[in-house]
Structure formats: C-alpha cells, structure tokens
T-cell receptor, first 109, second 111 residues
Framework: QKEVEQDPGPLSVPEGAIVSLNCTYS??????FMWYRQYSRKGPELLMY????GNKEDGRFTAQVDKSSKYISLFIRDSQPSDSATYLC?????????FGTGTSLTVIP | NAGVTQTPKFRILKIGQSMTLQCTQD?????MYWYRQDPGMGLKLIYY???????DKGEVPNGYNVSRSTTEDFPLRLELAAPSQTSVYFC??????????FGPGTRLTVT
C-alpha cells in the first residue's frame, strides 16, 4: 500500500470557483502533512503545511487533515488563472518525504 | 542567496554512458534529497543525506550513487545510463523540518 495516494485529476474550473484537492494516507502515525504547488517546468514549492489534525488557513487556501479517515484536503477559494499548476500532497515522517502523484489544475478565465 | 542550484538543466545521454548531476545549496541546510519525477508518478526519493559524510537510500536507489563531502554539495552519479532513467531530477534541501526547498530540476533523456 502506498504511503499517500492522490486523486490524479486533471481538474478544469472557471475563474472564481472553489477547488477541492484530496489525498489519503496509509499510516495513522503520520503527523506532518504538506501541500506543494508546481508550475510547469519548475520545481515544487511549499504552499502549506499542517501538523496533526485540523484546519489551517492562508489567504484563499485552506489545508485540512482528518486523521480519523486519514484524509487530507486543500481548498482554494476564488480560484485565479495564476493558480493553474500541479498540486502535490506530501507526508513527512521524520527523515523522508512521501509525495502524492499530483493533481493538475487549470483555472479558465 | 541562490538557494538550490542544479546543473545541467538538460542532458541527453546514450545508453551505457555515465554522468553526474550537480546540486549546490547556499542555505547551510543539513538535509539534502534527490528525487526523480516521472509523468503521473509523483516524486520518488532516490537518496538523501542528513549531513556531510552521511547518505542513505530512498525508495528507488538502484542505478544511482551519491556522495556528500561538504554541506553545500550533493552530486548524483549515474554510472551506466538506461532508458528507464529518463526523467526529471530534482534536488531539495531542508534545515531539519518539513519545509523543503527544491532546485529547478535537470531533464535527462537516455536513448
């Protein structure tokens, strides 16, 4: 079983829509959960992280962890064309990172 | 600060050739990582290092070697290139926590 699995998409939404990106993970002991954004032909960059469970908000972005169902989500409100990218969820285990396969998002003006 | 730099940006290798992918960071981070990214497959960890002189295997180490003689540099060596090693390679660093900083990547094609 993979440590983390991600809905592959792709997703295409109109500008202003609410976007929901999702991953599941395998080990209930995992504590650190991250979302990375990767623009085409660039390296990933950290967007948000959460520790343990609950929600974390940063502007239009909200990261959510549900430890009971081992589910992590990223919500994007009022999506913009500049949000068009691939979004990767990731888990940090103390010395290694495990990444989801990424969801490609296109926001249409 | 340049952050994480990788060279070369692009490379085409013939089967059986060898090469070294360079990674340098100027953030004085202890932890460094090498990943490969294949289409639709996410990032797979090849090797990582927790400090100078210490390296360890990740998920997909076969066909690769690394060394870490300084804090700044973490080169990745391919000894006998194979078509299965066609990929985009990313180097990343972190000081000791969850926030990784990635380089711009090296696109490698083996034909």
């Amino acid at each position: 079983q993979k440590e983390v699995e991600q809905d592959p998409g792709p997703l295409s939404v109109p500008e202003g829509a609410i976007v929901s990106l999702n991953c599941t993970y395998s080990n209930s002991a995992f504590q650190y959960f991250m979302w990375y954004r990767q623009y085409s032909r660039k390296g990933p960059e950290l967007l948000m992280y959460t520790y343990s469970s609950g929600n974390k908000e940063d502007g239009r972005f909200t990261a959510q962890v549900d430890k009971s169902s081992k589910y992590i989500s990223l919500f994007i409100r009022d999506s913009q064309p500049s949000d068009s990218a691939t979004y990767l969820c990731a888990i940090y285990t103390g010395n290694q990172f495990y990444f989801g396969t990424g969801t490609s998002l296109t926001v249409i003006p | 600060n340049a952050g994480v730099t990788q060279t070369p940006k692009f490379r085409i290798l013939k089967i059986g050739q060898s090469m070294t992918l360079q990674c340098t960071q100027d953030m004085n981070h202890n932890y460094m990582y090498w990943y490969r990214q294949d289409p639709g497959m996410g990032l797979k960890l090849i090797y990582y290092s927790v400090g100078a002189g210490i390296t360890d295997k990740g998920e997909v180490p076969n066909g690769y070697n690394v060394s870490r003689s300084t804090t700044e540099d973490f080169p990745l060596r391919l000894e006998l290139a194979a078509p299965s090693q066609t990929s985009v390679y990313f180097c990343a660093t972190t000081i000791d926590t969850y926030e990784q900083y990635f380089g711009p990547g090296t696109r490698l094609t083996v034909t």
